[in-house]
């Protein structure tokens, strides 16, 4: 799977549900089983500090505006902003 600007990957994942599955060093990731979809959220200290995150609910990823996605683990959405 080629990667995806972050543009293509929202008009085509945004409204995937995903849930809070963990959190390290500023980063905070949400997954999708049934897809074996995984996105990162945040990425500098600025950026999670503003976030209320819950782990019982489901969230777009168009709501997360992630910085990184996976599928099966091979990232297809890198945004280096």
Known sequence: ???????????????VKVKFSSYYKYSFSFHNEEMNLSVGVGSNHDDIYKMEVRADKEYTISELEPYVAFIKNKIIMWDSY
């Open 1 to 15: 799977m080629k990667e995806l600007s972050y543009k293509e990957f929202i008009d085509k994942y945004g409204q």
